[in-house]
């Protein structure tokens, strides 16, 4: 799957270097032997944001993206798409969102939602159903009378951004929701977010690595 990541993140024409950044050296050995760049990082970071900063401190970069390991599809045109956004200078986090066409999803806690401002930027992001719709007591119409937005768990920075980020302490609503991008809202920074047609298959259960698995199986039909 790792293998699968790294070659789709090559695909994408506006990112210059793919790296693994990893503390097991199963991991390590894997990345090895299809001849990809890994670095190997300490096991006790909190995070996956400092994992990312750690393999790349030293490195003359401009804009890091953060793509999670169990993302086997992730389209290359997504990441060229994340890059693109900083060509507005006042983007230092970027993100990119789905819109959610599944009403169960809307109230899955396991389906990260989001807010966003008039000019894309989050306002809130959560594992509640956000905005409440007051005047609809049917929670599946809830997607007829509001546009609701899946949060797709991959992050570009610009480094100096990173750098700020990686110094800052766990905040009240990164803990109380589990999710670490609370804590740069707390501490006043912005994110925008990217709105995408495309919407993750993330692998986090043997159930997702199954189904994933079997996609994989007709990609390769389909290519012979």
Known sequence: MVQWVYEQAQQAHKIDRVIVATDHEKIKECVESFAGEVRMTDPDLASGTDRVYAAIEDEEAEIIINLQG???????????????????????????????????AIHNPNVVGVVRDIHGFALYFSRAAIPFVREEADLEAWGLK???????????????????????????????????????????????????????????????????????????????
């Open 70 to 104: 169990d993302e086997p599809f992730v389209s290359p045109q997504l990441l060229d798409d994340l890059v693109t956004t900083f060509d507005n200078n006042v983007i230092e986090i970027s993100t990119p969102v789905c819109k959610i066409e599944d009403p169960r």
């Open 146 to 224: 509001h546009a609701f937005y899946k949060h797709i768990g991959i992050y570009a920075y610009k480094k100096s951004c990173l750098a700020e980020l990686v110094q800052l302490k766990e905040s009240s609503l990164e803990l109380s929701e589990k999710l670490e991008q609370l804590r740069f809202l707390e501490n006043g920074y912005k994110i925008f977010t990217l709105q995408t047609n495309y919407n993750s298959v993330s692998v986090d259960t043997l159930e997702d690595l199954k189904k994933v698995n079997d996609l994989a199986k007709k990609m390769i039909l389909n290519k012979r």
